[in-house]
């Protein structure tokens, strides 16, 4: 029988060496206190941000990711184009998006606020344009059909008409080490490449602010939600490619001055039918620092605390995969693109639904 519930877990340990992953408003590393010491921090914002890349530039075609912008007047226009060139397509297009809805537009054409849009909304409202069609209705409706997968996955929050709204099939926790720490700067000078000779000076001084950590990573995906919005074939090659960006995504900030781009340390996925389930506790005591460093007591930590969670409050879950060395206690390990095909398959076994490799 298909369940009624089914959350994908996902729980990753990555290690990030020195680096400034995700920046506060004075341009320090963010941290949070946790278990009564200082963490590393990576915003779920700036992850997900990581994530929409990577859909946009590998895992989905582009009529499957949305754009997020205050430019839809553009974004309807450009569509107007293609239909009926030689129109007046921006006029058009914001009168679109007025019948719509969305009256705050700027004189400049932008909206007031970022507005997440799929390709197949923007389309649809031009045709009702083109036709010359005055059904506030159908305009209205043309921009709550056909979603974008990374808008069913992460939402969509219009504050001036929440019929527009989408709830995010997906949720994101804040990256946080597994361990203490206290960061660093890193005093630089840059020298003036056409100075004379006789000046030995810097050109610049400055200082950048790093730290490096452990990192404990979680996300879930509510699979029943994707089905109600996407339907049910195209889930399970939804949720391959979350897991993918997941695993596989990392924020830009300071790449080019750290090089921090790493891979995951090890990879924990869970199909569950109750409820999802944030490990995060098995680090509210802080990993002590030890000459063997925090990977592998966090695998420790993450696998100890993953079996008392499930003999004392949850089931286990139904199905699990591990990518990595060390949580081989939680399920067997195996290679990432491997578990991607079983992940893809067993969700797809839940739903009752034929897969094939990547998004249908």
């Not at 590393?29 to 990577?54: C, D, F, H, N």
């Not at 995906?221 to 490619?241: I, S, Y």
Request: glycine share 8%.
């Amino acid at each position: 029988m298909e369940p009624k519930r089914l959350y994908v877990d996902f729980h990753v340990l990555q290690t990030v060496p020195p680096s400034c992953v995700n920046r506060d408003d004075t341009g320090s590393p963010k941290t949070a206190v946790y278990g009564g010491t200082t963490r590393a921090r990576v915003s779920s914002q700036a992850w997900k941000r990581a994530m929409r890349l990577m859909f946009r530039e590998e895992l989905l075609d582009g009529e499957q990711v949305g754009d997020r912008t205050k430019k839809i007047v553009g974004l309807v226009a450009d569509k107007i184009e293609a239909l009926a060139p030689g129109q007046d397509a921006k006029k058009m297009a914001k009168d679109a998006l007025s019948l719509a809805g969305l009256s705050k537009i700027k004189e400049d054409k932008d909206a007031d606020t970022l507005f997440f849009m799929s390709r197949a909304q923007a389309r649809a409202l031009a045709q009702l344009a083109v036709e010359g069609d005055d059904d506030k209705k159908a305009y209205k409706d043309a921009l709550k059909a056909e979603p974008s997968v990374d808008m069913v996955l992460f939402g969509r929050m219009v504050a001036s008409d929440p019929s527009l709204n989408y709830d995010a099939a997906a949720q994101v926790a804040h990256s946080i080490s597994t361990h203490a720490v206290q960061n660093e700067y890193d005093y630089f000078t840059a020298v003036d490449d056409c100075a004379p000779e006789d000046n030995a000076g810097a050109g610049h001084l400055g200082t950048v602010e790093y730290n490096s950590s452990t990192l404990y990573r979680y996300a879930t995906v509510n699979v029943k939600e994707l089905e109600t919005q996407l339907g049910g074939k195209a889930v399970p090659g939804v949720v391959r490619a979350f897991a993918e960006a997941f695993i596989r995504s990392i924020p830009t900030g300071k790449q080019n001055t750290f090089a921090n781009r790493t891979l995951p340390d090890a990879v924990y996925v869970t199909l569950r039918t109750d409820q999802p389930v944030n490990l995060c506790g098995a680090f509210e005591k802080a990993v002590p620092a030890t000459a063997n460093g925090f990977v592998g007591p966090s695998k420790a930590a993450l696998a100890d605390y993953a079996q008392k969670v499930y003999t004392s409050y949850a089931d286990a879950p139904q199905q699990a995969f591990t990518v990595g060395d060390g949580l081989e206690a939680l399920a067997p390990a195996q290679p990432l693109g491997r578990m991607l095909d079983a992940l893809e398959a067993a969700v797809g076994q839940q739903l009752g639904a034929e897969t094939g490799n990547g998004v249908e």
